[in-house]
């Protein structure tokens, strides 16, 4: 995304993280309007960024799963305690996330 406006980033950027917000909340059944007044964009615009519901929902996934193993990582220690400690990240952070 190099040659892209830097106010497409922002809003590209706005877009996404209102998404995850929205899905956390309402699950992946959340309006593409209610994602746009979230993000505080029109709905062209989320269009404009992610021409289908899928591949938003596809980049809402792979922004929560980031967070996760980026949580995992910061897991250190002995392999079970370390590996325990991972698993309840995953529990508490997703529980966060609602339905």
Request: hydrophobic residues 45%; proline residues 4%; charged residues 25%.
């Amino acid at each position: 995304m190099t040659d892209v406006r830097s106010d497409a980033r922002r809003n590209r950027e706005r877009v996404l993280a209102a998404a995850v917000e929205a899905v956390a909340a309402e699950g992946t059944g959340v309006a593409l309007s209610a994602v746009a007044r979230r993000a505080g964009v029109g709905v062209a615009t989320v269009h404009r960024h992610f021409p289908s519901r899928d591949l938003l929902l596809e980049c809402v996934l792979a922004r929560m799963l980031d967070g996760v193993v980026a949580g995992g990582a910061r897991v250190r220690g002995a392999p079970g305690p370390a590996f325990f400690g991972f698993l309840q990240h995953v529990v508490e952070s997703t529980a966060r996330r609602g339905p």
